[in-house]
């Protein structure tokens, strides 16, 4: 799997596209992560820490070294940074390019310095890691790979070229040629080991940070249509009053008027009209989700129905049940009552339309209430989850309806495209129902098909009535 995704990304980068943290992240086109200030700031530091090891080393130490060569290297980046301190606002966004040449600059440069101080004899030789660590967290992948290869190669050039190490007057320190290449060597294991393992890291942040951004958009839509249905039936009821009066004073003037009236069509439409709008208004306040809007409260039954409502269809059967295990009553589980919370409708939603999608004929809800838990168990009688999904299921952009390599096309039009078959749809429902209290868990069943199930503490679900 890792050998897949490597060479997949190998293929896109030698395309033309970009497979990196911010092309994930990216709505409108690439997307620009380093600060000109952070990278300004990064330079000085280093700039800061050269210059006080040499002086170290010359004064010190009373080491020969070429102190004047030194300090002119180390003065060609703190023009650099006089540069481009006056020439934009440190606070502008560097763009990918330009970040990936002041990287390089900065292998560059270091190469420099270590290659009159000694070249591979010299322990510092390790910073050539620094650059391109920074690049592999923060710029588009062929900008990384560029400042990869911009470091590998000054880390190899140094094997060729090099002064000696500043020792003492008269001596020389010279390391074995054979310990000196295997220096090179863990280098450049070095080097592609750091900026892989960075770029995966942030690779894997991105993608998170995306796919909360995703769960909380959702949760912000079903609050507003939450609200919007509390609004709805609230109007319906503040409305009904004036609309009856309305209607009373028309039909009197319906009676009082005779067919041949001129004014008797318009009564006779006032009457119609009027009892169009009650109609309409009645219906409104008959939704299931506004039975009660001063508490918002709705049977557990129906509000499982009203999730499972949009994907009813003669290929598949959806079965809901509410059990009270223990009790007497039958009939127990019709009385249970919850607190309608939108993060649960979206929830439960989306586990039932998985579940629809890979079912054969039924799928099952069954919510089962005890004085202590509540669980709430979607069933399918599909072929299961495939193995590698399995072990990754709940992660972000993992799905078996979406090449999970492509990802990086999702960023580019977040704002247009659904969840559904980008792998979030199911992340974002277990996101919700943990952030309520749920312990999410997914399998195969031993009779087939596969298996949702969440439990939370009873008074985590907001069940009202009655005690089980």
């Given amino acids: 799997m890792f ?58 130490f009373n080491y020969e070294i070429r102190l004047w060569l030194c300090l002119s290297i180390i003065m060609g980046s703190a023009w650099l940074n006089v ?25 560059i440069q270091l190469a420099l310095l270590l290659g009159v101080t000694g070249g591979l004899n010299n322990p510092f030789c390790l910073m050539l890691i620094a650059p391109p660590t920074v690049a592999a967290a923060n710029l588009p992948t062929r900008h990384g790979l560029a400042v990869v290869a911009v470091s590998m190669a000054a880390s190899v050039a140094l094997a060729f070229w090099s002064l000696n190490l500043p020792w003492h007057v008269g001596e020389a320190f010279v390391l074995p040629q054979m310990y000196r290449l295997g220096f090179l060597g863990a280098i450049l294991v070095g080097i592609m080991f750091t900026a892989g393992y960075t770029w995966q890291a942030a690779l894997e942040s991105a993608r998170m940070e995306q796919a909360l951004a995703a769960t909380q958009a959702v949760l912000e839509k079903e609050t507003r249509l939450s609200a919007l249905g509390g609004l709805a039936a609230a109007a319906a009821h503040e409305l009904g009053t004036p609309l009856g009066t309305i209607q009373v004073v ?8 005779k067919p041949t009236d001129p004014l008797y069509e318009d009564a006779e439409l006032l009457v119609s009209q009027s009892q169009r709008c009650r109609d309409i208004l009645k219906a409104l306040s008959a939704k299931p989700e506004t039975h009660d809007t001063v508490y ?21 059967a959806i079965r809901i049940a509410v059990e009270v295990p223990g009790s007497d009553d039958p009939e127990a ?44 168990t979607f069933l399918d009688d599909g072929p299961g989850i495939a193995p590698d999904i399995l072990s990754r299921l709940g992660e972000p952009y993992i799905s078996s309806r979406y090449d999970n390599d492509d990802v990086a096309k999702v ?44 439990l939370w503490q009873r008074d985590q679900m907001d069940i009202l009535t009655p005690d089980a």
């Fill in 333 to 376: 589980g019709k009385a249970i009552m919850i607190r309608r919370r939108p993060e649960w409708l979206h929830a439960f939603s989306a586990f039932i339309e998985n579940a629809v999608d890979f079912a054969r004929s039924e799928v099952s809800v069954v919510a089962e209430v005890t004085k202590g838990f509540v669980s709430l």
């Fill in 83 to 107: 540069i481009l301190s006056l020439g934009r606002p440190s606070t502008q966004r560097a763009r990918g390019w330009e970040a990936a040449l002041q990287l390089s600059f900065d292998a």
């Fill in 296 to 316: 918002d409260q709705i049977p557990l039954l129906v509000f499982l129905g009203s999730a499972a409502e949009p994907y009813q269809s003669a290929r598949v």
């Fill in 411 to 454: 960023g580019k039009n977040l704002g247009a495209q659904s969840h559904s078959g980008m792998g979030l749809g199911f992340f974002i429902a277990k996101t919700l129902l943990e952030h309520t209290g749920a312990n999410v868990t997914f399998g195969n069943r031993d009779e087939g098909g596969a298996y949702v199930r969440a």
């Fill in 250 to 257: 028309a039909r009197e003037m319906l009676h009082s008027l």
């Fill in 3 to 60: 050998v897949s995704k490597t060479l997949t990304h190998i293929s896109a980068f030698l395309n033309g596209s970009d497979v990196a943290p911010l092309t994930i992240v990216s709505a409108g086109g690439e997307k620009d992560n380093l600060r000109l200030r952070t990278l300004i700031m990064l330079r000085w530091l280093a700039i800061l820490g050269q210059t006080a090891m040499v002086l170290l080393i010359a004064y010190g």
